[in-house]
């Protein structure tokens, strides 16, 4: 029964983690269609806005919650208004120039905080089940995830700003006709999308040691997890979650955690040749 449940936890963990990571980019790319490179760099600047905050004396859950989404969520806004905005509709533009985005955000942390490892502990303490140790900071993330999903469910479901804005993303002619701005609404979109990358870094910083290029570590699984969720939104995340979570950390636990990090890349090929507009192109039709 112990070990049941400590594999139940880390695979509710792993999902969870790949639902955090994944949620900027599926507003991003998944909503507007952006090829947002510096995804990773948005979850990084996320980190290292909870780390100087935490330093300064704020609470590390204030911190993680409100200060590091605002604060990348501003620069997401910038970051569109001066660039993204005049890339609309060309993918391989908006590649090249998050690339070059993403690089001067590696360069811009290096010169203000180093290029040595830093971090903060876990809020959270562990404690034992049995023979086992649990980190009780994963249960966090795991009730933030189911958070999260709820949240963007009812915003895009329940809300006028959110029927508003999938209605734009679809028809931008359509909904600029009807007096609605395409523009403002794209810059709003955006910056919820950065918001939620900042978000992600934040929860996860103190679970990996920082450095400017830590935002590599999660581009790839981001791109995965959205792309193999497909045209749905919130089905398309929560069931490509699932399915590299659990089969991440059947693994994990049966072999060792390089060979799940290769299960999951080798699930995703097999995943992606089987169903290639993703699992919501078969499954989950009709949802959000």
């Known amino acids: 029964m112990d070990i049941s449940f400590v594999i139940l936890v880390e695979m509710l963990y792993a999902v969870a983690s790949l639902v955090l990571i994944s949620a900027g980019l599926a507003v991003v790319f998944g909503m507007m269609k952006v090829i947002n490179l510096a995804h990773g760099e948005f979850m990084m600047m996320g980190g290292y806005a909870t780390i100087t905050a935490v330093g300064l004396g704020v609470n590390v859950f204030v911190a993680m919650l409100v200060i590091a989404p605002l604060i990348v969520g501003l620069i997401g806004l910038v970051v569109e208004r001066l660039v993204i905005r005049h890339l609309y509709g060309r993918l391989v533009d908006t590649m090249l120039a998050t690339w070059g985005l993403s690089l001067m955000f590696i ?16 809020p959270i303490a562990g404690f034992a089940v049995g023979d086992y140790q649990i980190n009780g900071y994963n249960f966090f993330i795991i009730v933030v995830a189911i958070l999260l999903v709820i949240a963007l469910y009812a915003l895009f479901r329940g809300t006028r700003a959110g029927l508003i804005a999938r209605g734009t993303m679809q028809r931008s002619d359509m909904a600029a006709a009807l007096g609605y701005s395409p523009d403002r609404i794209y810059m709003a979109t955006f910056f919820c999308g950065s918001a939620l990358s900042g978000l992600a870094g934040a929860i996860l910083a103190p679970l990996v040691g920082l450095v400017p290029t830590s935002g590599g570590a999660y581009i790839a699984k981001a791109f995965i997890t959205v792309i193999a969720g497909g045209p749905s939104l919130i089905a398309g995340l929560v069931s490509s979650a699932t399915t590299f979570g659990f089969v991440s950390q059947v693994f994990t636990f049966a072999i060792s955690p ?3 990090e290769v299960a999951l890349l080798i699930a995703a090929v097999i995943l992606l040749r089987a169903m290639p507009q993703g699992i919501t192109s078969r499954f989950f039709r009709g949802k959000l």
């Open 258 to 260: 390089v060979i799940g």
């Open 107 to 122: 360069g811009l942390a290096t010169m203000i905080f180093g290029n040595t490892t830093t971090g903060i502990s876990t």
